[in-house]
């Protein structure tokens, strides 16, 4: 057994908020057996307490061991077949959102096959770093969405390009921007734009009585609703895609699910994604699964 002495060293970190109930439950576990083929990890972005990084990288294994116990969609055991990438394999652009946990910014790969062309990066934000808490679900829910990603092929599905070379100490330790990320299809518009937008547009009309007997709106309003059912159409086929796989996704929300620059629909942000395993199922067809998960609560 590996003393809390040598997995801790005393902390000098000003921030260091860990108690020692919590390093012990950390203390003694094995690094995981896949640092250096899966992604088990999380952002580090500024300076980061070097106490909660190490439970969170040991948060972000037990994750990933989770999942693939006894999974029909995990089944090598190497983990799915990353392309990795080291931080100076992509240049960072502006800030394009951010989630509970992460921020998003448009990145271009610099090497490889794809070298040149503009996607996204995810990383955990500095806010979710601080906060113990944030940070293992954070690193969780990355590494999860990046398992996730690489394993499933659907058109309306977001496509991973590549996650962070290196092992699950190495990148939590630096404490540096993006120490772990993944980089993603860049999207250009929200399902949750497009429904204000459509909203706008039906307040302008109903004010304008002329408007609306003229053949223009009419044909702008048959065109609408062909719109709007066939995005009701990609995310119906994308969420029958996952549930062949006995996956379901818990945060299906408009913003969630974005268009590509070519207008194709992308469903997003997979971190709460999790495959119905049948030791989880109860004999009346129910799940045992994290209570007030997504967004609804």
Known sequence: MVSLE??????TAVECGVDDSEKKRATGKPSCQMTETCVNACA?????????ARIAGHAACDAMAELKENSHVFTSESGPNFTYLNADDITIGKKLGEGGFSNV???????????????AVKYLKRKAMVDLRQFKHGASD??????????????NIVKLHGVTAGSVETNVATGKECGFFIVVD???DTLEKRLEQWRAEKEQANENFITRLSDSYREKKKSGLKDKIRIALSIAEAIDYLHKQSIVFRDLKPDNIGFDKDGVLKIFDFGLAKELKAEDKHTDGRYTLTGNTGSRR
């Open 44 to 52: 580090a972005y500024g300076r980061v307490c070097p106490c909660a």
């Open 105 to 119: 910014n448009q990145c271009v790969i610099t090497t490889g096959d794809e070298a040149g062309q503009a996607f």
């Open 186 to 188: 860049r999207l250009f």
């Open 6 to 11: 040598n997995e801790f060293p005393p902390c």
């Open 142 to 155: 990355l590494a999860i969405e990046a398992y996730f990603l690489q394993t499933l092929d659907h058109l």
